[in-house]
């Protein structure tokens, strides 16, 4: 492989994992938005089990994700540099988290799943974050849907065109900035209705109109989390700007030498499976 060219994802997303990956996406949009959806006269909307009950269910869905992704594409070299990154990233995400709202952990998801793939982006991002929360002991409700936010982090950035050298860091910088704040509003949709109770001008009103309740929520964020939002955003993007190209660099240098796209064959001489590289 020549070292100007494209790296192929590491875990080409089949039919039954993409399938899987809408599915999961499909039922994350709706524990996330919950508050939004919910009927006024339903239990959920007026008891405060709606969190637990969505994170159980999300918790799930990720696990089905995660192995059906990796049951085709996950060799033990692959599994070695998921095992690396979402290390790297359980010990920095200390490093920065809960400092007006500094973020050192999602710039390492965007360039694990730019590199590698959607589908490798998806899991870096939910072992990541599964990772950290075990170091942290941020072990909680709230952590599948943390997983899958940072999933759809590492999605997205495997998603993202073609583009090399100044412009894939424009590129990068450009959805870190969008899926740090999209990350922090999705996670504030999750808690919300029980945050600030049901008696101020941001409170959630079960029944009341949609645009209305969502009126109240960017009212919400602006004035609780924006602040955070953006720190998180800024820092993951000064972080691809400053390290990411030596990064990018490193990890597709990585990904050639182990080949992770080379065919497999048997040799004629030993009978046994070997694998088969490019000039």
Wanted: hydrophobic residues 55%.
């Amino acid at each position: 492989m020549k070292p100007g060219s494209v790296v192929k994802p590491v875990m080409a997303i089949g039919p039954r994992a993409a399938a899987a990956l809408v599915l999961a996406s499909t039922v994350g949009l709706m524990a996330f938005a919950w508050p939004l959806l919910v009927e006024p006269g339903a239990e959920l909307a007026q008891g405060t089990d709606a969190p637990l009950v969505f994170a159980v269910l999300l918790l799930l869905v990720v696990g089905v994700v995660v192995a059906e992704v990796g049951e085709g594409g996950l060799d033990a070299k692959a599994l070695a540099m998921l095992g690396v990154l979402s290390a790297l990233g359980a010990a920095l995400r200390p490093l920065g988290a809960g400092t007006a709202g500094v973020e050192t952990v999602f710039f390492l998801i965007v360039l694990g799943g730019r590199v590698f793939g959607p589908g490798f982006g998806f899991v870096q991002g939910a072992v990541t974050l599964f990772a950290s929360a075990l170091l942290t002991g941020g072990v909680g409700p709230w952590l599948p849907f943390q997983m899958l936010g940072a999933a759809w982090v590492g999605l997205g950035a495997g998603l993202l065109p073609p583009a090399r050298g100044r412009f894939e860091i424009v590129l990068l910088s450009g959805w870190a900035w969008v899926s740090s704040l999209l990350y922090g509003l999705a996670l504030n949709l999750t808690f919300w209705p029980f945050t600030i109770g049901a008696a101020t001008q941001l409170s959630f009103v079960p029944g009341d109109p949609l645009l209305e309740n969502l009126h109240r929520f960017i009212l919400f964020t602006a004035a609780t989390s924006l602040g955070w939002d953006v720190g998180r955003a800024v820092t993951t993007t000064i972080l691809i700007v400053l390290v990411g190209p030596a990064v990018l660099a490193a990890l597709r240098r990585a990904a050639r030498r182990a080949a992770f796209d080379a065919p497999i064959r048997f040799d004629a001489d030993t009978g046994g499976p070997a694998r088969s590289r490019g000039k």
